[in-house]
């Protein structure tokens, strides 16, 4: 499944895709099968051999979804993130001409996805995880704390783990707007609550004037 893109709207980096994985990791994970699409939110978790660039996004899914016994038969899929989003607003324009726009950060990858049935891979699966979103908090929390009912909810839940065959990005960030505009959108989204989508494309802008030096 390919998906619509416009040069000006290329990530600066690879990293910056890795980023918004690592900030925004509830995926919407995609199959289809005989015309028939299905469609889970869960989080995953990105592994990115440093040598060869190799990545793999790694998750779980529950026993009873349809799309755990869809992937078991065929394991193509589609995984989107969304990072930062938000409506720039033409009323926050001294230029009322500036017609209204949608500024976003997506991610899309194309996997080829391994279903890893095994309490090995699911206490992993489930270590990457918690390690990773409990990172900010003091007294992170660990999966072994839930003792034996770890084992039971084992049982209902399977692991996985996806490789990336191809990815595909837009950062639409408000690249090729005026300066003006610019400062207007800004200020707009710090008056009404945007600071998330604000500070990406400051970074953005930033990133593109480190590699043009």
Partial sequence: MSMYEQLPFQPANRGEIDRVVADFPLATLVSADEGRMLATPLPLILERDAASGEARLIGHLSRRNPQFALLQRQPRALATFTGAQGYIASSWMSNRRYAPTWNYE???????????????????????????????????????????????????????????????????????????????????????????????????????REAAR
Avoid: C
């Avoid at 194309?110 to 049935?117: F, K, Q, W």
């Avoid at 003006?180 to 930033?206: N, P, T, V």
């Fill in 106 to 208: 997506f991610v899309q990858f194309e996997l080829d996805v391994s279903i890893e049935d095994s309490p090995e891979q699911l206490l992993r699966a489930l270590e990457l995880l918690s390690a990773h979103v409990e990172a900010p908090y003091p007294n992170a929390w660990r999966p072994a704390e839930m003792g034996p009912r770890l084992k039971q909810l084992a049982q209902y839940i399977v692991p996985f783990s996806a490789r990336i065959l191809e990815t595909r990005a837009q950062f639409k960030l408000g690249q090729g707007d005026p300066a003006d505009a610019r400062a207007d959108a800004y200020a707009g989204l710090s008056r009404y609550g945007g600071h998330q989508l604000a500070a990406a494309m400051r970074r953005h802008e930033e990133l593109v």
